[in-house]
């Protein structure tokens, strides 16, 4: 074949729109492909923080608990009765007992309040 006898063929325009038809086509479906995945990842990135949340969280209720019972237990009379006797302390004697003057009844005291004030009454 020499050169004056090569084939030569036409384009056919709708060939090429044709192409880039399918290639648009094809990057549209790869972006969508790479967006379904994209979303799915970071479902599962939530879903894996949203586990670590709740499970701090059932630790610190369970700590609340546990912190409430042990107020409850510091806070109850017998064991501040206990820890009183450990560290010497014993009830008052009846002589040890003086009641403040503004708690008994018709004392002057030495707080009273007039008009909703606290003041002091010198002596």
Same mark, same amino acid.
């Given at each position: 074949?020499?050169?004056?006898?090569?084939?030569?063929?036409?384009?056919?325009?709708?060939?090429?729109?044709?192409?880039?038809?399918?290639?648009?086509?094809?990057?549209?479906? @790869?972006?969508?492909?790479?967006?379904?995945? $994209?979303?799915?990842?970071?479902?599962?990135?939530?879903?894996?923080?949203?586990?670590? @949340?709740?499970?701090?969280?059932?630790?610190?209720?369970?700590?609340?608990?546990?912190?409430?019972?042990?107020?409850?237990?510091?806070?109850?009379?017998?064991? @501040?009765? =206990?820890?009183?006797?450990?560290? $010497?302390? @014993?009830?008052? $004697?009846?002589?040890?007992?003086?009641? =403040?003057?503004?708690?008994?009844?018709?004392?002057?005291?030495?707080?009273?309040?007039?008009?909703?004030?606290?003041?002091?009454?010198?002596?």
């Amino acid at each position: 074949m020499t050169n004056a006898q090569r084939l030569h063929r036409e384009h056919d325009p709708r060939a090429r729109r044709i192409l880039v038809a399918a290639l648009a086509a094809a990057a549209v479906l @790869v972006g969508g492909a790479l967006t379904v995945v $994209g979303m799915r990842v970071q479902q599962v990135q939530l879903a894996y923080r949203l586990d670590e @949340v709740r499970a701090r969280h059932a630790r610190a209720e369970a700590n609340v608990r546990q912190l409430e019972i042990e107020v409850a237990t510091l806070r109850s009379p017998g064991r @501040v009765e =206990a820890r009183a006797r450990q560290l $010497g302390l @014993v009830a008052p $004697g009846r002589d040890q007992v003086r009641l =403040a003057r503004e708690y008994v009844a018709g004392g002057t005291g030495l707080a009273a309040t007039r008009g909703g004030r606290i003041e002091a009454l010198a002596k």
